[in-house]
């Protein structure tokens, strides 16, 4: 059984920088395409981006792109999320997820349903 955990959140002040890690076990994590999702309070979940088994194709939410970068090191069975240039409304549960069928694109990168493995979620909390 895949599993996916999540961990690299935590409390930072405007303007900084995390990098988050989603480490994959059970199966190659190079079969996989990987997102990351985000959810907040009392708001519904936002897909942040995801990238293809090769690392080759990326997909960014426009609320994110230029500030945020996605990358797998498949070898270490790691994906990453770095996130740069945090504001208070990037605060939420960044979740990782993956999926054996699903190639990444824009309508997936959006749609949750439709990936199947998904990690425990790690808390990003932007606040001075």
């Known amino acids: 059984q895949l599993q996916l955990v999540e961990s690299g959140g935590g409390l930072v002040q405007p303007g900084g920088s995390l990098r988050l890690s989603c480490v994959v076990s059970?199966?190659?994590?190079?079969?996989?395409?990987i997102a990351w999702f985000r959810q907040a309070p009392g708001q519904e979940r936002e897909g942040v981006s995801c990238?293809?088994?090769?690392?080759?194709?990326?997909n960014y939410a426009d609320s994110v792109e230029g500030r945020f970068t996605i990358s797998r090191d498949n070898a270490e069975n790691t994906a990453y999320l770095e996130v740069n240039s945090l504001k208070p409304e990037d605060t939420a549960v960044y979740y990782c997820?993956?999926?054996?069928?699903?190639?990444?694109?824009?309508?997936?990168?959006?749609?949750?349903?439709?990936?199947?493995?998904w990690g425990q979620g790690t808390q990003v909390t932007v606040s001075s």
């Open positions: 997820a993956a999926d054996l069928q699903l190639v990444c694109d824009s309508a997936a990168r959006r749609t949750g349903e439709v990936w199947k493995h």
């Open positions: 059970g199966f190659p994590l190079a079969y996989y395409e």
């Open positions: 990238i293809s088994r090769g690392g080759g194709t990326t």
